[in-house]
């Protein structure tokens, strides 16, 4: 048997920060170095971040890309750097760089390119069509990115067929909950199937809406797990490989090259490595939550952004922004603003006290019935003897929004929304109002998850007080209002939601299913009729397998099913 030593670095780059992601990429390598690694392996489209989206349409930022890499492998002695950047030939690419001995000595194009859901790489690259295989000693090894490793019967088994003992897989893989467990299924598959060990190393951190979680992954050839990164957090995965003597190259299907890459030095001497252990999965809860606090404080951090200011109302939807804030930039960075109306009630006051003592913020108190009243004076002429309608409600929101604006403003504070993904599905949302920000958290987030989410937080101490979780969620803009006075009950709204948005069931496939084919009308009319609404709110985390946004993507003009 043959030691690879193998040094995964799931790293956090961000998009377009060039000289920021090499800096990190040579910081992780420096570190790499003590342990006298064979291969150092960094995430698909380190160099640039993960996804860059039309800085590829831009030629410098190519240029720029490729002198980065230059800097990488000007850093590279006596073992191979694995490294994803855009390539440029006849057409860009989304490469992986193989470095050693200061020298580029190879190059793979990712020849699967996704094309659905949050993914548009066919817009940008061109796919590859070579496989290589690369052998140092008595050991073979492949590389692929990303997409290439779901595909049965596709470059993973080419590869294996060519010789590869053991194949690296280089990606920058988007969170959704229960992914983790999906993965880790297909990589057992592929590795069983292919009698081949398989690398897989994902990127990690923030960018926009998505989320990338890391949880790197090492499996033998019997698709058994060996070790695993952490959820979340950017790591170092170190480790000895076992590898099964090649005796000889095996001929691979057309296009396969075996390239050689000599001089490598070998693991082992003594040098003893942190192993890691299986992972031991968390909760859903706890998975979602890590996700939700990871997208916020990259989203705040990438952005230049230190404070943050949230509407509080005293109902549970903003009360779990705050908690996932305090846990991403820290209690001092985080300003609640309590905005009472008319209709606020005293429970609401007192559980926004009890929370913001909970999670040592300061709130500032801004009424707004002065406000109020004097829209009402200034619009009573026009609007004449007409009874008081949704126009008054949404008029109260929207001087909240004003208000939580001008504290961004004045203070340069990221207003983070409070809307969960029940609410936005149907348009029970704002304009201009509770829909007024800079990022919406818990966007993506079903009502029931956020119940779900806040009862996980208080398992580990109070955080969310008890009446916020027990109490009917009501906006508080007309006397007595309930949620269930406009919309059917939560538990009752979010499968119909998730059945229409994000498994496209229609009508006579949802009330199969049990619901009410009426209130299933409902509910499909007001999400059809909300896509305007979205289109104009801010982005928030994914962390289902279809959010609102680039992952779902509807007309605004739309008469189908009307």
Known sequence: MNKIRLALCQINPTVGDLDGNVRKIIRFLE????????????PELAITGYPPEDLLL??????DNIEALNLIRDKVD????????V???DA?????AVIHERKVQDVYHKIYLPNYGVFDEVRYFKPGGRLPVYRFGDVSFGINICEDIWHSNGPATDLAGAGAGFIVNINASPYHAGKSDLRQKMLSERASANNVAIVYLNAVGGQDELVFDGHSLVLGCDGGLIACGRLFEEDMLLLDLDMPTVASAVSGKSGTKEIKIPGLPKGGDGVQLPRRSPFEGISMEGEVCGALVMGTRDYIRKNGFTGVCIGLSGGVDSALVAAIAVEAVGRENVTGIFMPSPYTSIESREDVS????????????????????????TLRPAFGPSPPDITEENLQARIRGNILMAFSNKFGWLVLTTGNKSEMSVGYATLYGDMAGGFA?????????????CKWLNSKRTIIPERIMTKAPTAELRPNQKDTDSLPPYDMLDPIIKAYVEEDKDLDEIADAGFDPETVKRIIRLVDLSEYKRRQSPPGVKITPRAFGRDRRFPITNRYGR
């Open 92 to 96: 860009i690419y989304n490469a992986a």
């Open 87 to 89: 390539d440029r030939k």
């Open 31 to 42: 570190d790499a170095g003590s342990f006298r690694p064979d291969i150092v392996v960094f």
């Open 354 to 377: 009890a929370l913001a003592e909970n999670l040592g913020i300061r709130v500032i108190e801004e009424p707004i019935n002065m406000v109020f009243e004097a829209y009402l004076d």
């Open 58 to 63: 831009r030629p410098g930022f190519i240029k």
């Open 441 to 453: 958290v818990i966007k993506d987030v079903p009502k029931t998850l956020v119940y779900k989410i």
């Open 78 to 85: 006596d073992c191979i750097v694995i490294v994803g950047f």
